[in-house]
């Protein structure tokens, strides 16, 4: 599409920007999704429309929602990276399409087969495809490491739908898809969090700024990538568990530089510091699993997932609706509910595994919450998502 093509474009607003439907499709999957697998495991219930429960459960939350705020994120940011013209029209439509098509051939997995699987992968393929094609054409060799974590994150998927024949394979393909976000995080959001602060700050005339990024954060990104390397290879190593607790630590130690502790007034800035927060905890907790039996595994997992993945796609989704929008950058009292509730979904989900007989009450909590969160930026942000820029 040229320039004169996209200024031209008079279809569906929806399909003007690649944020606009993965960021609305994304959250009202993650609203039914995780509600759906809580309520089926709490009833006692293993399977989703006859296919294995915990698996469609695991590989929704990281392939159905995850994988749309990610592609939301990477579309809209690339042509600020390469200068080069944003996917809009019909081949946004298309890639949104494949999205689409994934999310019922998984729920339709046990009558679909091995069709399932094929037409669930195309979307990343495609998306990876899309993102490296826009970073080499835009020469913009910065991200190269992001095309690749995009593409890691589709093999992971590919990976993923063969547990049934190669079970091992498909265990770390698992904690790929978990390895790679977080990775994502922490490059992405090591540049967002401390650059949206310093912006802030500095409208304020605040003298305690970020501090600038350097061997600090190399050497943090250093460790986090080497720790995840090992998780995915060897679990039970308890070398790899003292690095993710390293990694832990180190990402604490970035964050505590960016003066998050300077932006109370402003929700929109100092959520990407919780987001942030939960990724560090999320490394640390996964780490000390490994190292120490009594803490529970999915204590760390969903510190990841629920507590880093989750808050952080909210951040990052609030405030580029607001701003690629056309509308200020400050959040209003229904998005600081939406924070609430996604941050108290984490709390109990990561807290259920040591609850002991009220485990279920949390896991049943946690879901609603995080329902609540996401149907909230639905009904919030979804209009916003669907109309024309305010102002034209």
């Known amino acids: 599409m ?23 499709g994304g959250a009202l999957w993650a609203a039914l999704a995780a ?10 219930g293993w399977a ?22 990610v592609a939301g994120f990477l579309l809209t940011a690339a042509p600020n990276w390469t200068g080069r013209l944003p996917v809009t029209g019909r081949p946004l439509a298309l890639l949104f399409g494949l999205w689409a098509a994934g999310r019922l051939a998984m729920l339709l997995q046990a009558r679909l087969g091995p069709l399932a699987a094929l037409i669930d992968v195309l979307f990343l393929f495609a998306l990876a495809a899309v993102v490296w094609r826009e970073v080499l054409a835009g020469r913009n ?49 090591g540049r967002i969090v401390p650059s949206f602060t310093r912006n802030w700050l500095a409208q304020r005339k605040s003298s305690a700024l970020p501090a600038p990024s350097g061997r600090i954060d190399q050497a943090a990104l250093g ?29 604490l130690v970035r964050l505590v530089r960016w003066r998050g502790a300077s932006t109370g007034a402003e929700p929109l800035v100092w959520i990407l510091h919780l987001g942030y927060a939960w990724l560090a905890a999320g490394l640390l907790l996964i780490g000390l699993s490994i190292l120490v039996a009594a803490v529970p595994r999915s204590t760390g997992i969903h510190a990841l997932t629920a507590g880093a993945f ?17 509308r200020a950058r400050t ?28 485990q279920a009450a949390l896991l049943g909590l946690s879901a609603a919450l995080w329902a609540l969160a996401f149907l909230g930026f639905a009904a919030v942000y979804g209009p916003m998502l669907a109309r024309r820029r305010a102002g034209g």
């Open 310 to 326: 989750g808050v952080m796609t909210l951040a990052v989704m609030t405030r580029a609706t607001l701003g690629h929008t056309g």
């Open 223 to 251: 460790i986090t990538g080497a720790a995840v390397l090992a998780w995915i290879a060897a679990p039970a190593w308890p070398g790899a568990g003292a690095l993710l607790a390293l990694a832990g630590l180190a990402n």
């Open 331 to 358: 959040a209003d009292r229904r998005t600081v509910l939406i924070y609430l509730a996604a941050n108290l979904a984490a709390m109990a989900r990561a807290a259920a595994p040591a609850a002991g007989g009220g």
């Open 48 to 69: 989703v429309l006859g296919a294995p429960g915990r698996d469609w459960h695991v590989h929704e939350m990281l392939f159905g929602y995850l994988a749309a705020v």
């Open 35 to 44: 509600p759906l697998w809580a309520g089926i495991y709490i009833a006692g």
């Open 2 to 24: 040229t320039a004169a093509e996209m200024r031209a474009y008079r279809g569906p607003a929806l399909f003007s920007f690649g944020f606009r439907p993965f960021f609305l």
């Open 141 to 189: 060799w910065r991200n190269l490491p992001v095309c690749g974590l995009v593409s890691l994150l589709a093999l992971a998927n590919l990976g993923l739908h063969l547990r049934a024949s190669a079970p091992v394979l498909a265990d770390a393909c698992e904690r790929l898809a978990l390895g790679a976000p977080a990775m994502l995080i922490a490059l992405i959001g």
